[in-house]
């Protein structure tokens, strides 16, 4: 969508590297999620937030950090204690619980 | 929290049939059921939505079935053209909680 933009789009990481993937939006909207999506696989959850200055764990929260200090940017770090973090990994912003969710366009991590 | 299956995991029809998705949720305060679609490599869109308000909800070759008793909703696709093939995801919400999604269904139409 085009008010959410992810970046990289592509991004490789070496063992033992933290890297930080992008979210922006300027849909004013309060809750956003990042998902980790395996070849073939749904949609995982590893982290949300709803409003700024807050956030909780999702399914596979290990691994991975987050901050929300500005309600338009909630980046993702993938930390070298992630063994596998090999994925599409998606952004999502919401305005509201119980309201569609709009995806960026994701970046892809891979290991070299 | 919120549980949701969805079946089948993949699904093959010919070009012009009928698929079917069907999920099944858990938690009886859901109101929300949307369904996405996600091409190769394409972010998840929205391609329709339901409230528990209403029973069945359509848009042109796609209707979305609810039944609030049994707590389980289904995605039709009539006339199904090879252009529909993509990973479909239901998910469901209720006003407190986050959206929970099914496992997916890759659905592949046939030419």
């Known amino acids: 969508d085009g008010g959410i933009t992810q970046s990289p789009k592509y991004l490789f990481r070496k063992e033992g590297q933290n890297v930080t993937l992008s979210c922006e939006q300027n849909?004013?909207?309060?809750?956003m999620y990042w998902y980790r999506q395996d070849p073939g696989q749904g949609l995982r959850l590893i982290y949300y937030s709803q409003i700024v200055n807050d956030f909780q764990k999702g399914d596979i929260a290990e691994g991975y950090s987050v901050s929300r200090e500005k309600k338009e940017s909630f980046p993702l770090t993938v930390t070298s204690a992630q063994k596998n973090p090999t994925a599409f990994y998606l952004c999502?912003?919401?305005?509201?619980?119980?309201?569609?969710?709009?995806f960026g366009s994701g970046t892809q991590l891979s290991v070299l | 929290g919120e549980n949701v299956e969805q079946h089948p995991s993949t699904l093959s029809v010919q070009e012009g049939d009928s698929a079917v998705i069907k999920c099944t949720y858990s938690?009886?305060?859901?109101?929300?059921f949307p369904w996405y679609k996600q091409e190769l490599g394409k972010r998840p869109q929205l391609i329709i939505d339901?409230?528990?308000?209403?029973g069945e909800k359509k848009d042109q070759r796609i209707a979305v079935t609810l039944n609030k008793t049994a707590k389980h909703f289904s995605l039709h696709i009539t006339e199904t053209q090879p252009e529909d093939s993509a990973v479909y995801f239901c998910a469901a919400s209720n006003p407190g909680s986050r959206l929970t999604f099914g496992e997916g269904t890759q659905l592949t139409v046939n030419p």
């Open positions: 849909l004013n909207h309060d809750a």
């Open positions: 938690d009886s305060a859901s109101n929300y």
């Open positions: 999502a912003t919401q305005r509201s619980y119980n309201e569609k969710l709009f």
């Open positions: 339901i409230r528990s308000n209403v």
